[in-house]
């Protein structure tokens, strides 16, 4: 089984190299954006026909949710062109396609955790072209796993969870937003889920939710990660009214994950007992 990670030096690229040694009946193909620009479709085309691929893990995407909304090309590129790119090739080439998406798709008006058919509406650009980027996908294969998560983080790459601890080292007070509820997701936990579906050979394609268990709010994550690092600062509970972002952002945005639990027996951990084992 060849596996071809795209966004390789991304979080969640870097959470799939750490545990890739695991699957010994698995080859990997690791590449970066240097490696294969998914936006351009003549080297996209390129590397499906220089390269055996049984599956795509498109793990590349534009992230900087505040920036995108002053770059919405750039965004609009890799987050839309990108997956329409990978998903004409892997069906040219019989190639399954798992695409990673994002709770953004929602705009947090539910009080109850969002089901994959549930109404879409994203509030921000980066929210639209994930979600313009799913229906490319959508339209131009039939064999695709797209899986919606969120607040991810891990040792690797830039996240929440190390920016809490370097500003922690900078300063003696934080003030962390407290309304806005969702969960944390171990990137690692999220990289065996995708290969748990990569190995079941399943043909029961789709959109799935993804993310570890639990409710949290971007103040209590900080206040955990704080704890478990034993670090001493006053963490100060604000709405988000209080710290105004270019990006408007869902208030609430849990995920229901009995879909990808009962399809492919994946057992997931709640964020507390995932953010411990990482730390």
Request: glycine share 4%; with cysteine.
């Amino acid at each position: 089984m060849v596996i071809l990670v795209t966004g390789a030096s991304g979080q969640l690229g870097q959470a799939i190299q750490y545990i890739a040694s695991n699957y010994a009946d698995c080859e990997f193909i690791f590449a970066s954006s240097q490696d294969l620009d998914i936006t351009n479709q003549e080297r996209v085309n390129h590397f499906f026909d220089t390269n055996k691929i049984d599956f795509c893990i498109n793990a590349a995407a534009y992230t900087a949710v505040d920036k995108a909304e002053s770059e919405t090309e750039k965004a609009e590129a890799i987050n839309v062109s990108g997956p329409k790119n990978l998903a004409i090739a892997c069906k040219n080439k019989k190639v399954k396609l798992i695409h990673i998406s994002t709770d953004f798709v929602f705009d947090g008006s539910s009080s109850k955790p969002y089901l994959e058919t549930d109404a879409t509406n994203p509030l921000s650009v980066y929210g639209k072209t994930k979600l313009d980027g799913e229906q490319e996908i959508i339209d131009n294969i039939h064999e695709y796993f797209i899986i919606r998560t969120s607040w991810v983080y891990s040792q690797f790459g830039n996240n929440f969870m190390k920016t809490m601890l370097r500003l922690a080292s900078e300063r003696d007070s934080l003030s962390i937003v407290s309304d806005q509820i969702g969960s944390p997701t171990n990137a690692v936990d999220l990289a065996k889920a995708l290969l748990s579906i990569v190995q079941s050979n399943s043909s029961k394609y789709g959109i799935y939710n993804f993310s570890n268990e639990g409710m949290a709010s971007w103040y209590d994550f900080a206040t955990e990660i704080f704890r478990i690092n034993n670090v001493v600062i006053d963490v100060n509970p604000i709405p988000t009214e209080a710290f105004p972002t270019p990006a408007k952002r869902p208030k609430y945005s849990l995920l229901d994950k009995s879909k990808i639990k009962n399809t492919f027996g994946i057992e997931i951990k709640t964020w507390q007992e995932s953010l411990l084992q990482t730390i």
